[in-house]
């Protein structure tokens, strides 16, 4: 069994995610070809640096990153810290030689998602980038249905991500609004969720159009250091957003499909929707995050009259859903979800084989954003140019 060393930078939620992962992994997956040892965590803050110890069983932790990730002793970087980090961290880990998996985006504009591409192809790395959804095992087998043919020719797709998490005007002024540190906004963050799920659903996307709105223009400054969900009170001084908090799409497909999509870290009511309803000649599927362990089915048949929406609950004999608990309908979560990519991604590592979605998935993905960034000012259509064709 092939031993990876892991170092991860940023201790945050998803840094706490993935580590957990590593350490479950072994016990829920026993036919993996690697074992998984949590070698250093760079983290700025002293008590995550002594959690990532104490608690979740480092090796060792630092406040360098940059020596995390030129250890000898680690194969494989988890990029987890904020936006504005991940593209001198994926450059210095390619320079290093090592496995990089980044949470998304990989850069906070596409010209950054380029970059960090460019550095990892030229270095011949494997990537993994955390569009963590594709793995819930209820998409992948609405995945395998539409490659079966079970939908038929695929008509019109739906995509949407509409969040609350900015939905509070006392909600702080933190990096995730500044266009320098956060990158754009919900169509880096949350959209790009969204577009990723089409992508391996329905396939490549080639023409878009649409429009973005920033809701609260205004949030209150940060005194010292800030949680995304920290509220600020009224009298606060108070400092610009500067990416947008609302953004929707029209967009064409390869295939010919149509598409529309729409996403929001404002909205009031829908929690975490990250959804999507895909139509074809022979049927239906939709699915949102908020209620992960369902699949809805329309069976199209015009001989019946039993006709309407069947839903299909999870259950073990789904993708990688037996790992974490036995039956039907018996829910799993979302950190089961990054335990699945995570074991994807060693696995890969360990065997020399491929994984997907990697850095040149996201660069499709940016491809997709530039267009619709473009299509913001010039309301008009714009054509999918792709952007990693000369990285």
Request: hydrophobic share 40%.
């Amino acid at each position: 069994m092939k031993r990876i060393g892991i170092a991860v930078l940023g201790l945050g939620w998803m840094g706490q995610a993935h580590s957990r992962s590593m350490l479950r992994i072994p016990s829920l997956f026993p036919d993996r070809s690697f074992q998984p040892e949590l070698v250093v965590c760079a983290d700025t803050e002293a008590e995550r640096r002594e959690r990532a110890v104490r608690d979740f069983g480092f090796a060792r932790a630092t406040a360098d990153w940059t020596e995390a990730v030129a250890a000898p002793d680690v194969d494989a970087v988890w990029v987890t810290a904020p936006n504005m980090l991940h593209v001198p961290m994926i450059q210095a880990a390619a320079a290093a030689g090592k496995a990089i998996f980044s949470e998304k985006p990989i850069g906070g504009t596409p010209a950054q998602t380029v970059q960090a591409y460019a550095a990892a192809k030229a270095a011949g790395v494997l990537t993994g980038v955390g569009y963590n959804y594709l793995w819930s095992p209820l998409v992948l087998h609405a995945r395998a249905m539409i490659a079966a043919g079970e939908l038929g020719e695929i008509t019109h797709y739906r995509g949407r991500f509409l969040s609350m998490y900015g939905s509070d005007e006392m909600g702080l002024l933190t990096w995730r609004f500044k266009l320098a540190e956060g990158g754009y906004g919900v169509s880096s963050d949350i959209l790009s969720h969204s577009v990723s799920l089409a992508h391996a659903l329905a396939g490549p996307i080639t023409e878009v159009v649409g429009m973005q709105h920033t809701v609260i223009t205004e949030r209150p400054v940060p005194q010292g250091a800030a949680s995304h969900y920290g509220r600020g009170t009224p009298g606060d001084p108070t400092g610009p957003v500067e990416n947008e908090d609302f953004a929707s799409m029209l967009c064409r497909f390869a295939s010919g499909a149509t598409g529309t999509f729409e996403t929001s870290r404002t909205t009031i009511g829908p929690e975490s929707q990250n959804a999507f309803e895909i139509y074809g000649t022979k049927g239906a599927l939709a699915w949102n995050f908020e209620r992960l362990n369902e699949l809805q089915y329309y069976r199209h048949d015009p001989s019946s009259k039993e006709t309407g929406w069947t839903t299909i609950f999870g259950g073990d004999r789904f993708p990688f859903h037996g790992a974490f608990v036995p039956g039907q309908a018996n829910a799993i979560g979302f950190e089961d979800i990054v335990a699945t990519e995570d074991l994807a991604f060693l696995e890969a590592l360990a065997t020399g084989g491929d994984f997907s979605p990697g850095f040149r998935e996201a660069v499709d993905i940016v491809s997709v954003q530039q267009a619709l960034i473009t299509s913001w000012d010039s309301r008009r259509w714009e054509s999918v140019v792709d952007l990693g064709a000369h990285a």
